[in-house]
């Protein structure tokens, strides 16, 4: 992991995130089982610096955010994260990461795909919500229990859930606490695939090479495009589309690409 870490692994214990390349592909993996990989402090700025990574290295095309063990998340680990919340809110991101709930008005450029399984509460579902594709293990159960617990969701779920499945579905589940299962997850467009317990890591690598497998530049401009419209509104999305076209025109990938529709060969993309 990165060196700027501080706490649990200077301290010579395992990471609570951990990360692996796999060719264009960024792994991101929750690595507290014991705990049912509730995040805590130490958790949460590990998370932030590994998104940092993804971003900076341009080798770097796509994340892939996974969990060790039975459960993705029990959520926050309240005891540890609950003393740090002072008048302001909670400082998590250390200097050369980047917010993974992006609420503080920074997106990652690049898209994220997730793996979940068992139990996944909370700040699991705002993940999902900020990424771009999920995959659930069809026993998963979901839960976004904050009201229970005296809070409010903090990392845009208030924001992002109705946007995603509809005002009176999302409400259905934030005011109540309730826990759904992943069937319904599906139908609320939470999950883009549900698949046999024990091949949603599979599956997600799957997607996200098949995602890394483009031209970077490409999917960055589209996920940037989509985010605009959603962010600023149609009007702003369609200023930007034809400067986004001309740029992309000009780019090496380009001539990849129409040399690979030319000859029917797969392209090979370079990222310039």
Known sequence: MNEQISGSEQSGSEPRIITERRGHVFLIGFNRPEKRNAAD??????????????????????????????????GLDLADVGPRIGPDGLDMVPEGGIHPWQVDGRSVSKPVVMAVQGTCLTLGIELMLTSDISVAAESTR?????????????????????????????????????????????RIGLVQEVVPDGTQFDRALELAERVAAQ??????????????????????????????????????????????????????????
Do not use: C
Not at 59 to 71: F, N, P, Q, S, W
């Open 41 to 74: 402090f130490a958790l949460l700025q590990q998370l932030a610096l590994a998104y940092g990574e993804l971003e900076r290295d341009p080798e770097l095309r796509v994340g892939l955010v996974y969990a060790v063990g039975d459960h993705f998340t029990a």
């Open 142 to 186: 979901f839960g976004q229990i904050e009201v229970a617990r005296g809070i409010l969701p903090f990392g845009g779920a208030t924001i992002r859930f109705p946007r995603s499945a509809g005002w009176g579905n999302a409400m259905r589940w934030l005011l109540t606490g309730d826990m759904f299962d992943a069937a319904e997850a599906h």
């Open 215 to 272: 031209a970077p530049l490409a999917v960055q401009a589209t996920l940037a495009n989509a985010r605009t419209a959603v962010r600023d509104g149609a009007a702003a999305a369609e200023a930007e589309l034809q400067p986004a076209l001309a740029r992309l025109a000009a780019t090496e990938d380009s001539l990849i690409g129409m040399e690979a529709f030319v000859t029917r060969k797969p392209a090979t993309f370079v990222g310039r």
